[in-house]
């Protein structure tokens, strides 16, 4: 997260952080764990009134930054999320409504819905495995006279159960297009995935000759490619704030229990071997609070090389938040493998990050082929 912030992105920031604190401690998070959406709809509308799902809308639409740097206020917001394992779809529900507002009035209704919290919109984006890399799309779409069809499976679905729309992407003879379908059309079925943090809930969507018409496609038909890379580049910046803030917790909490916890008379905080392994922590932490930045402010920008920066910053946070998450929970011994304990709760928000939008091993992939593009022109 930014060093310094101006005094709007610091309300914004300790706005988001008080109202979590006060609906979604530890222990209603907890309990969130049986909910089947997991979160309740006015947390969700709440939030939508504080901005955390307007701020990459136009003002016109009825959104609009507090800086001019729309994705760098998001990040805020998301870092206070992972801070606290917070439920709700921020990513997801942020790419939607950047989406529907980047095709100007045409989905005005279902954005105004979404920006006031009444409903949530899912993306559908991924494909099913083993199609299920970074680049697959599970959707096929062929024209019949003047609608539209769509066949296939899509996931995994960020609280596709609650969505009132899908954004849907699909490939067909015109290349890759986007959509927007109401949840309820006939033909689209949800059903759902296990995963492992306690407050998300994860669907594969399947369409059987789900029909619509092209008054649906957001944009142009067969030409949301760079819409989607777009929305990716949103979405894996959010999301890495997220596990930034997850990873900010767990080493504040785990320096905390190595100076209250003492071992031959000394606390643990004092043996060397710890303070280098704290050390190698406080690094990771520190590179991964810079690379977002970076990434958020070149994605705001529209630099030519925000994918790279994107890239580069999904594959650091996700292979060493996972690492200092797991050096916590060893740091803490027994205690930091029990329910009851915090750690589990963050642990599993960084887990399911880094696997979301592309894992590591993709997003290097991408930056290793873009430097053997600048290897070629050279």
């Not at 690094?283 to 994918?307: C, I, K, Q, R, Y």
């Amino acid at each position: 997260m930014l060093l310094e912030l101006s005094p709007d992105q610091e309300v914004l920031r300790e706005a988001t952080a008080r109202y979590l604190a006060d609906r979604v401690p530890a222990e209603a998070v907890r309990r969130l764990r049986h909910d089947p959406a997991g979160f309740e709809a006015d947390y969700w509308q709440g939030g939508a009134e504080l901005g955390w799902t307007s701020l990459l809308v136009g003002e016109e639409q009825g959104g609009g930054s507090i800086s001019g740097s729309a994705l760098v206020d998001l990040t805020l917001v998301a870092h206070e999320f992972g801070l606290r394992a917070a439920p709700g779809p921020l990513a997801a529900a942020n790419a939607v409504a950047a989406a529907l507002g980047a095709a100007g009035p045409a989905h005005s209704a279902v954005l105004a819905d979404i920006l006031s919290g009444a409903t949530v919109a899912a993306w559908c984006l991924g494909g099913p495995p083993p199609l299920d890399g970074l680049d697959s799309v599970g959707l096929a779409l062929r024209v019949d006279g003047d609608d539209l069809v769509l066949d296939g499976v899509s996931r995994p679905v960020e609280s596709a159960a609650q969505a009132g729309h899908l954004l849907v992407a699909a490939r067909g003879d015109q290349g890759l297009t986007q959509l927007i379908v109401p949840a309820a059309t006939p033909g689209v079925t949800v059903e759902p995935l296990r995963t492992v943090d306690l407050t998300r809930r994860f669907f594969a969507v399947r369409m059987d000759g789900v029909r619509v018409p092209r008054a649906a496609v957001v944009g142009e038909l067969g030409a949301a490619a760079d819409q989607i890379e777009r929305q990716l580049q949103l979405a894996i910046v959010i999301l890495n704030a997220e596990t930034v803030g997850a990873m900010q917790a767990a080493f504040d909490m785990t320096v905390r229990w190595a100076f209250e916890r003492y071992s031959f008379g000394r606390p643990l905080a004092s043996y060397q071997a710890l303070k280098h392994r704290f050390a190698d922590m406080k690094t990771w932490l520190e590179g991964a609070h810079a690379v977002n930045d970076s990434a958020a402010a070149a994605v705001d920008a529209g630099s030519p090389d925000a994918g790279e920066l994107v890239s580069a910053a999904k594959s650091f946070i996700g292979d060493y938040g996972t690492e200092l998450l797991q050096d916590c929970v060893q740091l803490h011994g027994g205690i930091g493998v029990t329910y009851e304990h915090d750690l589990h709760l963050y642990l599993r928000r960084v887990t399911v990050n880094r696997a979301l939008c592309g894992t590591p091993a993709e997003h290097r992939q991408r930056v290793a082929a873009v430097v053997e593009h600048l290897k070629e022109r050279a």
